[in-house]
T-cell receptor, first 111, second 117 residues
Framework: RKEVEQDPGPFNVPEGATVAFNCTYS??????FFWYRQDCRKEPKLLMS?????NEDGRFTAQLNRASQYISLLIRDSKLSDSATYLC????WGGGNKLTFGTGTQLKVEL | DAGVIQSPRHEVTEMGQEVTLRCKPI?????LFWYRQTMMRGLELLIY????????DSGMPEDRFSAKMPNASFSTLKIQPSEPRDSAVYFC???????????????FGEGSRLTVL
């Protein structure tokens, strides 16, 4: 089983829609969680961290469920510019500075 | 400020040839990572350094791969001999040490796209 699993998509949604991505992780020792964004043929960039209480950054909301080992990302009022691949990322104490990336979920926002 | 700089951006080579990928991390960052990305396997960590010292190389596929960091501003990833299955995008990333702050931010270079024929 992969340490971090994501639905690869693609998710094709109309502009303005709300879309949610899910991610599960297998290692219960995982302690830090993040979402990265990767545009086509570009490098990954940090989108947001995921905190235990859930957190919001503009149109983006991240949630963590430790009991189910599950992370989510919600995008409201999606824009064409949100089209990208969203990577779920985990780190665990004792894992050094080592982040483990999921294979990503592709989002396509259409007119 | 300059970001992480990688070279070459693209390389096409023939099986059996030696490939050397280069990386200059962001000045002041004391962690450096080499990742490989393919469609099938996503982003895989190959090796990472802290203060120029290799900390974890468990992701290096086999002896054909080697990485060095002779100083704080330069690292290389070498593949010798290269094989078609090594075709991938190789990313270098750097970060600051303070995991207590847990920002989780790795700063990636633009990647080196390698094709081995």
């Amino acid at each position: 089983r992969k340490e971090v699993e994501q639905d690869p998509g693609p998710f094709n949604v109309p502009e303005g829609a709300t879309v949610a991505f899910n991610c599960t992780y297998s290692n219960s020792a995982s302690q830090s969680f993040f979402w990265y964004r990767q545009d086509c043929r570009k490098e990954p960039k940090l989108l947001m961290s995921v905190y235990s209480s859930g957190n919001e950054d503009g149109r983006f909301t991240a949630q963590l469920n430790r009991a189910s080992q599950y992370i989510s990302l919600l995008i409201r009022d999606s824009k064409l510019s949100d089209s990208a691949t969203y990577l779920c990322v985990v780190n665990r104490w004792g894992g050094g500075n080592k982040l483990t990336f999921g294979t990503g979920t592709q989002l396509k926002v259409e007119l | 400020d300059a970001g992480v700089i990688q070279s070459p951006r693209h390389e096409v080579t023939e099986m059996g040839q030696e490939v050397t990928l280069r990386c200059k991390p962001i000045s002041g960052h004391d962690y450096l990572f080499w990742y490989r990305q393919t469609m099938m396997r996503g982003l895989e960590l190959l090796i990472y350094f802290n203060n120029n010292v290799p900390i974890d190389d468990s992701g290096m596929p086999e002896d054909r791969f080697s990485a060095k960091m002779p100083n704080a501003s330069f690292s290389t990833l070498k593949i010798q001999p290269s094989e078609p299955r090594d075709s991938a995008v190789y990313f270098c990333a750097s970060s600051l040490a303070n995991w207590a702050s847990n920002t989780g931010e790795l700063f990636f270079g633009e990647g080196s796209r390698l094709t081995v024929l």
